[in-house]
């Protein structure tokens, strides 16, 4: 059974760090994009973040500079590092994969396989 599992979040204070891992099992990352996305209350989720098979990747405008999104294909594991959070970066993080070529735009609708989700909280 293919799974996307996500950890790392938790609460943050403005200006913190928090490093975001999304694990697969039952099925390998490498031939696989994988995205980041994130859903705040009362809102439409966005992409925040995706990577292809060969390592390039995309941002959304507002994390550019702060996040980065690694895959390490020995541990089956793509993590995103998200550093000087801000209060508006809080929401739910999704990690999600798709077989195939992805566009730069990281909409959701292009993935297939999603994982359950981590809470990423920024607030003093």
């Known amino acids: 059974q293919m799974q996307l599992v996500e950890s790392g979040g938790g609460l943050v204070q403005p200006g913190g760090s928090l490093k975001l891992s999304c694990a697969a099992s039952g099925f390998t990352l490498d031939v696989y994009a994988i995205a980041w996305f994130r859903q705040a209350p009362g809102k439409e989720r966005e992409g925040v973040s995706c990577?292809?098979?060969?390592?390039?990747?995309h941002y959304l405008d507002s994390v550019k500079g702060r996040f980065t999104i690694v895959r390490d294909n020995a541990k089956n594991t793509v993590f995103l590092q998200m550093n000087n959070l801000r209060p508006e970066d809080t929401g739910v993080y999704y990690c999600?994969?798709?077989?195939?070529?992805?566009?730069?735009?990281?909409?959701?609708?292009?993935?297939?396989?999603w994982g359950q989700g981590t809470q990423v909280t920024v607030s003093s």
């Open positions: 990577i292809r098979e060969d390592h390039s990747t």
């Open positions: 999600a994969a798709v077989r195939g070529p992805i566009s730069p735009a990281i909409a959701p609708i292009e993935y297939n396989y």
